[in-house]
């Protein structure tokens, strides 16, 4: 009887602790992925140098020559802007690659950088390491410069090339396929081998994720605004997607009970350019854009991956520099007094309410809010509500909550606060919530 009784007792905590998981969910990698939420997209090439957004593979390789290249400059602001790793194009359209590849002769091999010795993606990741810092690698399957391009052998070049970056320069966290598909050189288009290029990814860098506008790890969000769908699934039905795909508007939004966890992840521009132009000096976006990209980004469970263009000295702009550590500082301000640590409210969480209260009444306007996605994307519809002199309000009813939510309300004081989960798959398994009061 007494052992029935404790093991009842034993598998009832048990239960309580590791509650089923539900749907599709991440892997540990993907898992990994989410923590990052903030990181550098770095474009380079010969178009810092032509004032081009899409070089057409004829550029001279001498014009690459960056005086004052400096990685560790690159590294040492990303990580002071609070990032946690950088992406490069380790070749853009215009096919010129950034390290010395044995399969073409478009690279800065044959530039007059550092006499054609130099290689850019082994000074990032040393640099990256120096700052610990996690490195992904773009690169465009899209070359205007090969001449194979177009042809069945491309595929191949691109697959030897691929395999030069994912084992010549240490671990990568991701790996950034675009979808732009257009001429080569010979005026041909090329039929892209996806499942060989993942495989060939997958092979040596069994941790690295992949992104493209299909996944398989990571899918685009669908615009090029920093913009997650307000309601944000990070489940979609994978088999309806392919290279190229053309909804946009499903990609933003995911799909409910989706069948493959495939996370949107926002690319934006700190510039309106993804590579540097002279006259874009001026039209850095404020601390106050990137912060509403980051509401929309962060704030609605995807990544931010934000594109800082490289200028032609090989720098990251002082404008630039400056925004990015305005932007952190103003991230400290709104994010830095959590209201409701851990420890300082009592909690009871019954079967569709959250309820909490507070050591003594606070001042907020924002709530932050977890799942614990290991057992999946769970919540469809939630209302906090707030005791106000006596009367339960309704302050803040949104949709998904995923990896992470932020949402604003007016300024509300109250100790007691509960949250509705008005929608839900199953029983919704919350890891975190924090309450701000924000400048805005
Ligand atoms: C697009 C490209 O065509 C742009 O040049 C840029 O690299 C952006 C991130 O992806 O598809």
């Not at 690295?208 to 899918?219: C, E, T, V």
């Not at 499903?250 to 069948?259: A, K, P, S, Y």
């Not at 000295?313 to 709104?334: P, S, V, W």
């Not at 999946?376 to 519809?381: A, H, N, P």
């Amino acid at each position: 009887m007494k052992k029935t009784f404790l093991f009842l007792l034993f598998a009832n905590v048990l239960f309580a602790q590791t509650p089923k998981p539900y749907g599709a969910i991440p892997s540990a990698d993907q898992l990994k992925w989410h923590q990052l939420e903030y990181y550098a997209f770095i474009h380079f090439g010969p178009n810092a140098f032509t004032d081009k957004e899409w070089g057409d593979g004829t550029e001279k390789e001498e014009i690459f020559n960056p005086t004052q290249l400096d990685c560790r400059q690159w590294a040492r602001i990303c990580k002071a802007a609070g990032m946690k790793g950088i992406i490069i194009t380790a070749k853009h359209h215009d096919g010129f690659a950034l390290y010395p590849s044995k399969y073409s002769t478009h690279t800065v091999r044959e530039s007059k950088w550092k006499n054609g010795k130099g290689d850019v993606l082994k000074e990032l990741s040393a640099a990256c390491k120096e700052f610990g810092l996690k490195m992904g690698i773009y690169i465009s399957p899209w070359d205007r410069n090969h001449p194979a391009y177009g042809t069945p052998e491309y595929n191949q070049v691109y697959v030897n090339m691929l395999k030069e970056v994912t084992t010549q320069y240490g671990d990568l966290f991701e790996v950034w396929f675009d979808g732009a598909n257009g001429e080569g050189p010979n005026g041909k288009k090329q039929v892209y081998d996806f499942p060989l290029f993942n495989k060939t990814v997958k092979a040596n860098q069994p941790h690295a994720l992949i992104f493209s506008d299909a996944g398989p790890d990571i899918r685009w969000v669908g615009n090029e605004n920093g913009f997650a769908g307000e309601t944000c699934w990070a489940t979609i039905n994978g088999n309806q997607l392919f290279p190229a795909y053309n909804k946009p508007e499903h990609l933003n939004v995911g799909d409910e009970h989706g069948t493959h966890w495939i996370p949107a992840e926002c690319d934006v521009s700190i510039r309106p350019g993804w590579f540097y132009h002279k006259n874009e000096d001026n039209k850095v976006k404020t601390d106050k854009d990137l912060m509403n990209i980051w509401n929309k980004s962060v704030g609605r469970g995807s990544n931010l991956l934000l594109n800082i263009p490289v200028d032609n000295r090989g720098l990251i702009h002082e404008n630039d520099e400056k925004a990015l550590m305005n932007f952190k500082n103003l991230r400290n301000e709104y994010f830095k007094n959590n209201l409701m640590p851990a420890g300082s409210f009592t909690k009871d969480f019954s079967k569709d309410t959250y309820n909490i209260v507070l050591a003594k009444p606070q001042t907020f306007n924002c709530f932050v809010v977890q799942e614990d996605i290991r057992y999946g994307q769970r919540v469809k519809k939630f209302t906090l509500q707030a005791k106000v002199n006596g009367e339960w309000k309704n302050v803040i009813s949104a949709s998904t909550i995923g990896s992470k939510r932020i949402v604003y309300c007016q300024k509300t004081t109250a100790k007691e606060l509960r949250i509705f989960f008005d929608e839900s798959f199953a029983k919704p398994v919350i890891s975190k919530v924090e309450l701000y009061n924000t400048p805005e």
